[in-house]
Every structure is written in C-alpha cells, then in structure tokens.
C-alpha cells in the first residue's frame, strides 16, 4: 500500500527516528512485522528488491530495499550474501556496500554470521575492509572485541547439539559426517560413506527426497565456507596466542555443533597466569594427556591452541606419535609446524630484513600479508599505506611490516609490477594502525622478542619472498 511503501522511504537504515514522520514509520513497520507471518514478509520485501532489479536498479529508488531489513530473516540473508560477494565483481561497489548495511540492520546471528564472512575471506578489498569495520562497530557497541563477536557469529549450518543432521528419503536416511580432511560426507543406514546422498530411487519418498537432496546440496555448500573460515581463525588464534577463557572456551568451541568436528583435531593448552601450558587433546567424554590420563582443568584456566614452539622437543615428538597412532589430521601446520629464526647478526638489531627485498607485484604482497592474518595500516597521502600490523597476544607485542608502499584501491598494479617488504620490526603492546603510519622509529631489540613471535614473522616473510621467486 502506498502507506506501506512511505514508511518504507521514511525510515532511516541503521539509525534511530528523529523526526515524527520517521518515527511514524518505524512504528508502523514494527506492527506491520508482528501481524505478518514471517515468510509473507520475506516474499514481499524480495519482490520489491526484483521489481527494483528488472527496473535497472534505479538509484533514486534503492529505499525499496530497505524492505528486505524490516521484513527479513534468515531466508533473506540466505539469498541476499552471494549477491553482495559478487556485486564488486559486476562493478556495483555501492550496492554490495548497501548490502552489508541491510544484513547488520536484520541482524539475525546468520547476518551478522554473513557479515564476518564476507570479513575474513573475499577477493575484493574494499568491501572485505567495509565488512571488518561494520564488524568492528558492531563488536563496539556489545562491548566485545572483533575476535570475541566472531566466536559468537560461527554458523551451526543447522546441526543439532551433538553436531549431527540427517538427510530424510523416507524409507532411508543420510547422517552428515565430516572426514579429517574436514570434506563433508553422507553416511547411509549401510555405514558406507559417500560424497553426497544418492539420486533419489524408485522406493525413496516423491517429496521428501529431492527435497533432502537440496538440502544438502546447499548444506555441504554452507559447512565447507564456514570452515574454510574457522580454520583460518584457529590458526591465527594459534599463532598470535590467543586464550580463551575457560567458560566461554566449553560454549563457543568445545560444544559448538560445528566446530566440535575441528577441535579434538589440534592439540590444546591451559595456561597458568604466568603462561606456562599444559597440554591436552580433547575427547567426547574427556580431556587427557600425552599418556592418556584425564587433565582437570580449573575454572580460572585459560585455554589456546598450543604452538609446537611452546613445546619441548621430547613433548613434541610424543604428541606426534600420539597424532599417528589416533590417525588424526590437524587442519593446519601445529606440532610439525616448520621452525624459523633470525641469524645471530640479525639478533642483535631491531629489524628483520634478512628475507625482505624480494620484488613481487603489489597484489601479491597485499594478498600475501592478508592471508597471513597482518592487518593493512592506516591510508595517508594518495590514498597509500607503508605498513601491515599483526599483534601477538601472548607476547603483547605488535609486529609492524614496512613496505614501499601499496595503493588503498588496489590499483597500483597499473602502474608498477614490482614491490618490496623492506623490513619487520616490533613495538611493545597493541597499536592502532593509525599510530604508526610512515612509521621510522626502532622497535624492541630482537634479542628480547621470542622465539615463536620471531618464527612466525619469519614464516610470512619467507611465502612472500617463495611468491615472489615463482613468479
């Protein structure tokens, strides 16, 4: 109705009403959604958005969509996220921007889920930079770091408590089950693994099993990106020292439908208040030690994914066979993770410059830096940043990467082919990336930086300068 379509025009995205008539329309949008069923307002509002579409998309018109905010749910976000991925890619930066904006406004836990994805892993910078800084605001405003509202963000993917969902053909069903390579898999009443549930037969019920199969079609789909995410995080947990307290380490990883697939896969700590760790592995009715004893931890313990640095080399190798003997596969690098260090002149300066120097194209170092977890500086003249920040939790150290100098938009692989990490150093505590743009000063001795900060700084530089010698 013409009432409807004002409100929708009245009131503002993302913001609280400060006139009467936005207030008016808030008001009348808040009954509109507690009279309508849910899926009545989802089809209205994406009907609207393709009216809007078939029209090309006027811009004057793009209030339209504000639909999709007021009336949205999960079906929404669904179908909404892969339009904003690749809207960059159709030249419509601002629409996928207008995107993000309608997910934090329906700001379901699966928008917010949508936003962070789209955060840490897209191919167009900007946008993943927009997304990281909703995030941020976000987390501000529920008084959470970045990393503490993305524990809260992983999707379920629709699995029950035990982290199990099963595919009904009627006669027959699929249970999901996940290998260790972490491929999603269909597991019939048989015990035989498949890579998916069969083409529905002649005895499988007409409704319920083509329905089934595009479910889990859509559900491999979704469990496969999510992880792709977690174990990037896990990883990056891994290596800046990340600790959970002990509560939110049960709720938010242990016991989560998802992530309780990945978690008996890595080897964990609890650590004391002077960071010594105690190691264990995690089992459905336990927690037990190299020799297979129960560890009790206390409530006060602080819990993280155990770098093999933070092990003795005997303690290593015992988790290891113990890894062989289980036949588990961790998603990433740990206990034979490859061990780096400065040469001994290097040790005596501030800086690591040893691997650094090597020409690559600026989209491969921006990538590279960006993979690894470092965080770009802050933007000055031209719209051009020097430096890349990661921050080492467990050290409390930030380690700044200066480089020549990369464009903001990504367009300086226009006009130069080549550019070039100078050197590494790092200052004590977390640093803004504002704080240290065209930074020139010295960083803490090398001497007194440990060995695992140092490892995994090394590591970086050592892919970039690997890319930049293939080519």
Same mark, same amino acid.
Do not use: M
């Given at each position: 109705s013409e009432a409807l379509l004002?409100?929708?025009?009245?009131a503002p995205l993302g913001a609280a009403p400060t006139t009467e008539a936005e207030r008016a329309a808030h008001t009348l949008l808040a009954e509109l959604r507690q009279r309508v069923p849910e899926a009545a307002g989802e089809a209205f509002a994406w009907q609207l958005y393709e009216l809007w579409e078939?029209?090309?998309?006027?811009?004057?018109?793009?209030?339209?969509?504000?639909?999709?905010?007021?009336?949205?749910?999960?079906?929404?976000?669904?179908?909404?996220?892969?339009?904003?991925?690749?809207?960059?890619?159709?030249?419509?930066?601002q629409r996928a921007v207008l995107g993000l904006d309608?997910?934090?406004?329906?700001?379901?836990?699966?928008?917010?889920?949508?936003?962070?994805?789209? +955060?840490?892993?897209?191919?167009?910078?900007?946008?993943?930079?927009?997304?990281?800084?909703?995030?941020?605001?976000?987390?501000?405003?529920?008084?959470?770091?970045?990393?503490?509202?993305?524990?809260?963000?992983v999707p379920e993917c629709g699995l029950d408590a035990q982290g199990q969902r099963s595919f009904d053909y009627g006669p027959r069903q699929f249970a999901f089950v996940l290998s260790p390579e972490l491929v999603p898999m269909?597991?019939?009443?048989?015990?035989?693994?498949r890579k998916a549930p069969p083409k529905p037969g002649k005895?499988?019920?007409?409704?319920?099993?083509?329905?089934? $199969?595009?479910?889990?079609? +859509?559900?491999?789909?979704?469990?496969?990106? +999510?992880?792709?995410?977690?174990?990037?995080?896990l990883e990056q947990a891994m290596v800046s020292g990340r600790r959970w307290p002990l509560a939110d380490w049960e709720r938010l990883l242990r016991a989560h439908p998802l992530l309780r697939h990945v978690v008996p896969s890595l080897l964990w700590a609890a650590y004391d208040e002077a960071g010594a760790p105690r190691p264990f592995r995690v089992t459905p009715g336990?927690?037990?030690?190299?020799?297979?004893?129960?560890?009790?931890?206390?409530?006060?313990?602080?819990?993280?994914?155990?770098?093999? $640095?933070?092990?003795?080399?005997?303690?290593?190798?015992?988790?290891?066979?113990?890894?062989?003997?289980?036949?588990?596969?961790?998603p990433f690098p740990q206990l034979d993770r490859e061990v780096l260090a400065p040469s001994a002149d290097e040790l005596k300066g501030d800086s690591l410059r040893e691997l650094a120097g090597a020409d690559t194209?600026?989209?491969?170092?921006?990538?590279?830096l960006i993979r690894a977890g470092w965080t770009r500086g802050a933007p000055q003249d031209a719209g051009i940043l020097c430096e890349h920040l990661k921050y080492f939790a467990s050290a409390d150290l930030t380690a700044i990467?200066?480089?020549?100098?990369?464009?903001?938009?990504?367009?300086?692989?226009?006009?130069?082919?080549?550019?070039?990490?100078?050197?590494?150093?790092?200052?004590?505590?977390?640093?803004?990336?504002?704080?240290? +743009?065209?930074?020139?000063?010295?960083?803490?001795?090398?001497?007194?930086?440990?060995?695992?900060?140092?490892?995994?700084?090394l590591r970086d530089m050592q892919a970039i300068a690997r890319r930049a010698a293939e080519g």
């Open positions: 004002r409100a929708l025009f009245e078939a029209n090309d998309a006027p811009s004057k018109q793009k209030w339209l969509l504000h639909a999709l905010a007021h009336f949205g749910g999960d079906a929404t976000v669904a179908r909404l996220t892969p339009l904003i991925r690749k809207w960059p890619g159709e030249s419509q930066h309608l997910l934090r406004a329906i700001g379901s836990d699966a928008a917010l889920s949508a936003i962070a994805g789209i +955060a840490q892993k897209l191919k167009y910078r900007a946008l993943k930079q927009r997304a990281s800084e909703c995030l941020d605001q976000i987390a501000c405003a529920r008084g959470l770091s970045a990393d503490e509202l993305a524990d809260r963000l269909a597991r019939g009443a048989d015990g035989k693994l005895s499988d019920d007409e409704a319920l099993a083509p329905a089934a $199969l595009s479910e889990w079609r +859509a559900f491999r789909k979704q469990v496969k990106d +999510a992880l792709a995410i977690q174990v990037d995080r336990a927690l037990l030690d190299a020799a297979g004893a129960p560890v009790e931890l206390d409530e006060g313990a602080r819990v993280g994914v155990i770098h093999a $640095l933070e092990l003795e080399p005997a303690e290593r190798e015992a988790w290891n066979d113990r890894w062989d003997e289980l036949g588990l596969l961790a194209s600026p989209s491969q170092l921006r990538g590279s990467a200066i480089h020549e100098g990369l464009s903001v938009s990504g367009g300086d692989d226009r006009w130069t082919q080549f550019a070039r990490l100078e050197r590494c150093l790092f200052l004590r505590g977390l640093h803004a990336p504002g704080d240290v +743009a065209w930074f020139e000063g010295e960083g803490v001795p090398l001497r007194e930086v440990p060995a695992l900060v140092l490892s995994e700084v």
